[in-house]
């Protein structure tokens, strides 16, 4: 009688644990994280009723943060600027892990399979690629020592591609590598050499084909067909400026953003008031639009239709709305000083604005261009939502 009674009182206690937990249950394809880098925090967001869920602090120098997302989009990776490699749980609000992986780095990416992290670095250079869920090294890749001998190269332009791959630019050396990880955790590396003059940045078209390195002391692109390597980089918009004066760079545009909408890609003319317009078929250059400062972050609305546009100092107090079709600049906005970053919810009805200078985040209707909400928040930069686990080389 005693034990009946016993396992009765288990299986009760089961059930409450089962009927009651103690979080309510949520998905986390409505996540996100908007970085408040003066801070060193991060904000949990979502955007099904615009509202912040949590803080997360103690995640060391976060400008210039990026992040990716585990495929179930449970967990964010934050890539801070002090080398913090920084693993998140979205549903808890906690920090999993966090390691120090170097002394400066600029940013990673998730492999295909989402079991692998991979980190470019400035200091000492090179990549560390680490499992997703410990945090363990798994494999050291040294960057190509400078002309001087006193250093390794800064690596840039961290992306994932196709294939368990990752490609990322050498910025003091001119090269392109491909880590191959599909066979083995000892990375089968490719290197291109002589790709351009200080490549800074880069994109990986939305199909995983095309990797476009951006070249800071050219003017011009780098391109490389993943699905033909062995045809090697080609040079593109090559020397698109040539014979206008060129501005002081007050920001370097963030390339990640480059955006192809259509046959069209449009992307941030350095040192210029604008946006280049290029065919996706030929890779030639097929327009450009003027703009009202230097571009920073040129990013489609996820049904190609529109092209926002944000820009460096002294314009950054505005946002420049393209309409894809016309190549035509619809409307001009002005969210207020320091706008740094945006982010459009996955089917694109919203788009969040981070400005800095006003301490907030806000969000604006893509189809009446009207600020609908406003959320408070310290320094904000980067907003990143939990869609981009499902997205190549983002």
């Known amino acids: 009688m005693r034990r009946h009674f016993g396992v009765v009182l288990l299986a009760c206690l089961l059930t409450a644990c089962v009927a009651q937990p103690s979080h309510p249950l949520r998905g986390s394809g409505d996540l996100g994280i908007v970085i ?26 976060l400008s210039h943060a990026s992040v990716v997302f585990s495929r179930d989009a449970r967990f964010a990776y934050v890539f801070g600027r002090d080398g913090g490699l920084t693993k998140i749980d979205l ?46 090294l798994v494999a050291d890749i040294p960057a190509t020592t400078v002309a001087d001998g006193s250093r390794g190269s800064r690596v840039v332009g961290m992306v994932d591609a196709p294939g368990k ?28 050499t002589n790709i351009g003059d200080q490549p800074y940045d ?67 003319a350095v040192g210029r008031h604008q946006i280049l317009i290029m065919d996706t078929n030929t890779w030639q250059q097929a327009g450009s639009v003027d703009v009202i400062g230097q571009p920073v972050f040129v990013m489609a609305r996820p049904d190609a239709r529109q092209i926002w546009v944000n820009f460096a100092m002294p314009d950054n107090q505005y946002v ?3 309409d894809s079709e016309s190549h035509t600049v619809i409307a001009t906005l002005e969210p207020g000083p320091g706008v740094l970053h945006m982010e459009f919810t996955p089917r694109g009805e919203q788009i969040w604005i981070s400005v800095r200078d006003k301490d907030e985040i806000q969000v604006w209707d893509t189809a009446t261009l009207q600020k609908v909400h406003t959320l408070p928040a310290d320094s904000p930069s980067g907003i990143f939502f939990s869609d981009r686990a499902h997205r190549i080389g983002l």
């Open 202 to 268: 880069s994109m990986l078209t939305p199909d995983g084909r095309y990797y476009i390195a951006g070249l800071f002391g050219e003017d011009g692109l780098a391109l490389l067909d993943l699905w033909h390597p062995e045809q090697g980089v080609k040079r593109i918009l090559d020397g698109y400026g040539r014979g206008n004066e060129k501005l002081p760079v007050y920001k370097m545009p963030h390339l990640e953003g480059w955006t192809v909408a259509g046959d069209h890609a449009f992307v941030p």
């Open 91 to 136: 549903l808890t609000a906690k920090i999993d892990k966090r390691i120090i992986q170097s002394g400066n780095s600029i940013g990673g990416a998730i492999s295909q399979d989402g079991r692998l992290i991979a980190v470019g670095n400035y200091e000492p250079g090179g990549v560390k690629v680490f499992a997703a869920d410990t945090l363990e």
């Open 36 to 61: 408040e880098r003066a801070n060193g925090s991060v904000k949990i967001v979502e955007h099904s009723n615009n509202s912040s869920l949590a803080r997360v602090e103690g995640l060391g120098d």
């Open 320 to 322: 420049q709305v393209i």
């Open 165 to 192: 791959k990752f490609l990322v630019s050498l910025f003091d050396t001119g090269e392109i590598w491909i880590a191959d990880f599909s066979q083995s955790n000892t990375p089968a590396i490719t290197r291109f």
